[in-house]
Nanobody, 123 residues
Framework: VQLQASGGGLVQAGGSLRLSCAASGGTFSRYVMGWFRQAPGNERELVATINRSGGDASYADSVKGRFTISRDNAKSTVYLQMNSLKPEDTAVYYC?????????????????WGQGTQVTVSS
C-alpha cells in the first residue's frame, strides 16, 4: 500500500487546514488509518485514528474537539480536518495504515506510512 499525504501549509493561529491521504495498491477498507505528527526534537505522536468503516475514531487529548478524522473508502482517502490551530500543532503530519483491527496501536504497529506533510501554525 502506498500512501500520499497532502494539504499541509502555513496558517495563522486559529485557522484551519484539511489534510488528505490517498492510498493506492491495496484494499483501503481493510486498514485502520491513523494520523501521526512529529515536531523537531520530539517523538512521533498519535493524533487520531479511524476504524475500517469510518464509524469509530479516537483522538489524542491535545486535539479533541478541534480535529476530526474521516475517511472515504470509495476514494481510498483519509482526511484530517484541523480547526482552531495552535502554534503547538506545528509538525510534520504523517498518515499510516494498519492491518491490525484496533484504534489503540502504537506507531510501530502500523504497516504503511505516507511521506509526511508540513503544518506550520504561526502565532
Amino acid at each position: 500500500v502506498q500512501l500520499q499525504a497532502s494539504g499541509g501549509g502555513l496558517v495563522q493561529a486559529g485557522g484551519s487546514l484539511r489534510l488528505s491521504c490517498a492510498a493506492s495498491g491495496g484494499t483501503f477498507s481493510r486498514y485502520v488509518m491513523g494520523w501521526f505528527r512529529q515536531a523537531p526534537g520530539n517523538e512521533r505522536e498519535l493524533v487520531a485514528t479511524i476504524n475500517r468503516s469510518g464509524g469509530d475514531a479516537s483522538y489524542a487529548d491535545s486535539v479533541k474537539g478541534r480535529f476530526t478524522i474521516s475517511r472515504d473508502n470509495a476514494k481510498s482517502t483519509v482526511y484530517l480536518q484541523m480547526n482552531s490551530l495552535k502554534p503547538e500543532d506545528t509538525a510534520v503530519y504523517y498518515c499510516a495504515a494498519a492491518r491490525v483491527y484496533s484504534l489503540y496501536l502504537g506507531a510501530s504497529e502500523y504497516d504503511y506510512w505516507g511521506q509526511g506533510t508540513q503544518v506550520t501554525v504561526s502565532s
